[in-house]
Each structure stands twice: as structure tokens, then as C-alpha cells.
């Protein structure tokens, strides 16, 4: 366990570094069990609707991760109350079943593309909900407990505009 929290420890201040970063924040999956009925909220500060900015979904995962992809849904709720869903895959692991992403052990972390080139349009705050849309091939219903993702995170990032 000490190990892990290095890790965690390590990844939080290296990712601190980064001076693009205007907000981010990560929800622990308990037990490294994330449930198909769990629903991962993330309330967004007001930006400045004028600038244009990245944003990422972070996932970490350990190797009792089983898949090599990972399907989402994002929805993303405006201010106004305009509610707009993604469905989206995300590659974890090559085909070799190597993992992608970066960390030390059994840990890997992925910084992954939600939006970019993103302008926060109207003014206020935006709502963000994150679940896991993942099957087994050949059976209808989802896995009700997706064993291996440890964090799921939310980042906005600042484009630099010269």
C-alpha cells in the first residue's frame, strides 16, 4: 500500500508542474471495483468563455484490469441546462496487452483526449457525469463491476494563444 500512495503522491506533483493546468480533480474507484450503476459527478469552475482549452479524462488502472479498451459515456450538462453525451473508447493496452500510459509497477495512468480545442461557451458552471459502458463479447448486458480502474479524473488545460 505505501507503494501505491508514492505513486499517487509522484503523479499529483508532477502533474502540478504543469502551469497549463487551470483545474483538475480525480475520483477514487473503492476497491478498485468500478460498478455500471456508479456515476462519477465532477462540478467544473466558471472559465473564461472568450479562451479556448484542452480537456482530458484521466483513468488510471492496475493489471487486474482485464480489457485492453475502455469504453465511457461522458455527459457534459451547460449552464443553461443543454445536455450533451459522448460515448467514447479509449485505448488502454497495445495489442501485445502491454499497457499504454505512464507510472511505475502496476499502476499505469492515461491522460486522455476529451475536447480539444474547447470553448466553454456560456458563462457558469458546467457538470460533467462519467460511467462505464463496458461489455463482455457476445453478452448484452454490461459487466457490473469493472475490476482494474483504480481513478478516474477530469482536467481542463489552458491553450497557450501568441
Known sequence: MPKYIAIVLLSIILGSCDSNVIWS?????PNGFWSKDTVLNFSLPEVDSTAVYNVFL??????????NNLYVIVAMEHPFGKKVTDTIEYRLANPDGTWLGNGMGSVKENKLWFKEGFHFKESGNYNISITHAMRNNGEADGVSNLEGITDVGFSIEAIDQE
Do not use: A, G, H, L
Open 58 to 67: 484521466t483513468v488510471r488502472n492496475t493489471n487486474n484490469f482485464k480489457f
Open 25 to 29: 480533480e480525480s475520483k477514487s474507484i
